[in-house]
């Protein structure tokens, strides 16, 4: 019986072991999408790009080794002047110099580092990005919440007179989603009427959506 005992403890040891092992190795990544729209003040405001690179750089350096950065631009998904960027964190790629290098890209936006866009096409971004839910990635979009596409007005999205059409499928069950700056505008702020609709609309989308969702109107 004692013997038995220990093959069981054993046993248990080992099954926890190898899951621990598996779930240091299943690595995450950080995605990073800036909608560089000419609505979004990240395109205009250096104050703004200052504050949001502070706190995208401090997710970063929360990251362990293994994990990985991946940064997008989006406006219009279908031209090709928009930025990536994509690195694994090691020894070399260390957490510190990678939040640098996308501090350094992100301040430069609102002086002229990128081209603005004339559309924004958020639901394209989520919709065709490559995200890994099952792994528990996060995604932290940086705009103003606007979509400006062909899925919708924005004028009337922002009246309330218009929503957001909600996916099939949980397609980001899994995936954390922070939305910065939702509501921000090259002004300051829309008005609280405004922005309520937006947070209405978001909210239903990314619950049909399957997202942990998080907005933060005030970075």
Same mark, same amino acid.
């Given at each position: 019986?004692?013997?038995?005992?220990?093959?069981?403890?054993?046993?248990?040891?080992?099954?926890?072991?190898?899951?621990?092992?598996?779930?240091?190795?299943?690595?995450?990544?950080?995605?990073?999408?800036?909608?560089?729209?000419?609505?979004?003040?990240?395109?205009?405001?250096?104050?703004?790009?200052? #504050? #949001?690179?502070?706190?995208?750089?401090?997710?970063?350096?929360?990251?362990?080794?293994?994990?990985?950065?991946?940064?997008?631009?989006?406006?219009?998904?279908?031209?090709?002047?928009?930025?990536?960027?994509?690195?694994?964190?090691?020894?070399?790629?260390?957490?510190?110099?990678?939040?640098?290098?996308?501090?350094?890209?992100?301040?430069?936006?609102?002086?002229?580092?990128?081209?603005?866009?004339?559309?924004?096409?958020?639901?394209?971004?989520?919709? $065709?990005?490559?995200?890994?839910?099952?792994?528990?990635?996060?995604?932290?979009?940086?705009?103003?919440?606007?979509?400006?596409?062909?899925?919708?007005?924005?004028?009337?999205?922002?009246?309330?007179?218009?929503?957001?059409?909600?996916?099939?499928?949980?397609?980001?069950?899994?995936?954390?989603?922070?939305?910065?700056?939702?509501?921000?505008?090259?002004?300051?702020? $829309?008005?609280?009427?405004?922005?309520?609709?937006?947070?209405?609309? $978001?909210?239903?989308?990314?619950?049909?959506?399957?997202?942990?969702?998080?907005?933060?109107?005030?970075?």
């Amino acid at each position: 019986m004692k013997l038995f005992n220990n093959k069981l403890k054993l046993a248990v040891i080992c099954s926890t072991i190898a899951l621990s092992t598996i779930a240091q190795v299943q690595a995450k990544t950080l995605h990073i999408a800036i909608d560089v729209s000419a609505s979004n003040p990240m395109i205009s405001s250096v104050p703004f790009a200052k #504050i #949001i690179s502070k706190r995208v750089s401090k997710q970063i350096l929360a990251l362990p080794l293994g994990d990985y950065v991946s940064l997008r631009t989006f406006g219009h998904l279908k031209l090709d002047n928009l930025q990536q960027f994509d690195v694994k964190l090691t020894r070399k790629a260390k957490p510190e110099k990678v939040a640098k290098a996308v501090s350094k890209f992100m301040n430069s936006i609102p002086k002229g580092g990128v081209e603005p866009q004339q559309s924004t096409e958020i639901i394209a971004q989520l919709e $065709w990005g490559e995200y890994d839910c099952s792994a528990g990635d996060t995604i932290l979009l940086i705009t103003d919440g606007i979509e400006a596409s062909s899925l919708v007005n924005p004028n009337k999205l922002l009246e309330g007179k218009a929503k957001l059409p909600l996916p099939d499928v949980e397609y980001l069950k899994g995936c954390n989603v922070q939305m910065i700056g939702i509501g921000k505008s090259t002004n300051g702020s $829309w008005p609280s009427v405004n922005v309520k609709n937006l947070l209405r609309e $978001w909210k239903s989308y990314m619950k049909a959506s399957g997202a942990n969702f998080k907005a933060i109107p005030n970075p």
